[in-house]
């Protein structure tokens, strides 16, 4: 709670996202190749979207989306403390 990181892969299907240092898990690994190291490996593994929030560059607040329509009537996602364009 109250951390920002990246999200490097989303699951959509099963509503959840894979984060960058976030919801860590130790795991074992043996040893595969001559050349590759075995021992506990830390991984990321996934959380739910629900728990994920989008960051406002521009206000440099956690915000939800909202939508708006452009002048050239194109969609784009608008911060909801600033009206700015995320």
Known sequence: RGKRAKVLK???FECR????????????RRK??????GGVVS??????LSNLMLFCKS???RTRAGFSLL????K?????HCKEVI
């Open 71 to 74: 002048k050239d009537e194109t």
């Open 17 to 28: 996202a894979i984060v960058e240092g976030i919801n860590l898990v130790k795991k074992h």
């Open 10 to 12: 989303v699951f959509p």
């Open 43 to 48: 991984i990321e593994m996934p959380i739910a």
């Open 32 to 37: 595969t190749r001559e050349d590759q190291q």
């Open 59 to 61: 206000c440099n607040r």
């Open 76 to 80: 784009a996602r608008i911060c909801k």
